[in-house]
């Protein structure tokens, strides 16, 4: 019992030092599915997949936690979108097929075709067709929640990056971390404890001193200088246009833009992350 108590506290100390990483993979992925999936059900899944994680790693294999955690949480959150995702990939051929046949009927004939030519042109039965079309109206009420024809494997899934891409990603999420580093200390404290820290609007308000209202027009605010000041550095032509360089605020926008710039090299901000694009922990 004795040998056992340490080895639970260090598997402890691991969940929690790589709990933002849940949030950061979470985030990567709700940018990519629709808007009603739950993000609290992802996060539980994925704290979830992050604590056996902790529990089946073997530090001799050579492999970094935190790419050895990655793996499992998006396994997690995969599964867990795939438990939304109730029609088969085989009722959604089928309801392509139906409806492919239904519009070239429509062209050839000049009119809606009736279920038994729809039938004969398949070749299946009435009764075959009718059982698609039931699917795709149970499935009506899932697409009216936001979900498109696609399954939760097409909704994620993208092209592994390639060696080039994969740079200027590292390089992006570089100029990002020194973009926040950059921001002042209200705005900062904001981003750091909303987006990286995963702390509630009013654990943050409170620590403050302020109104959550106030929190989020910080945030806003945060966020309108991080696309700027990204903008002005990775893409000028996307940055925000202010007729006056002379006021106050112009300037102190000017200084921050120049602290971002002046906070890394190429080199630093590539040293921010992995090769595999995920942040390396401070």
Known sequence: MSGALPLDRRREDIVQEHMPLVGHLVREMLARVPQHVNRDDLMSAGYAALVHAARGFDAGRGVPFARFAAARVRGALLDELRGLDWASRSVRQRARRTDSARQELTAELGRTPTV????????????DIDHADDDVHRAVVFSLQGFATAAADDMVTEPSAGPEEMLIRRERLGYLRHAVDALPDRLKAVVQGYFFDERAMA????????????VSQ??????????????THLDPSMASQHPSKEGCVARRRAAYYDQISARGTLRTRLAMTGPDGLPIAA
């Open 218 to 231: 910080l945030r806003a605010e945060a966020l309108g200088l991080l696309r700027d000041g990204l903008n």
């Open 116 to 127: 038994q030519e729809v039938a004969d042109k398949l070749g299946c039965s009435v009764e």
């Open 203 to 214: 654990r943050i308000a409170e620590d403050l001193g302020v109104t959550e209202s106030r």
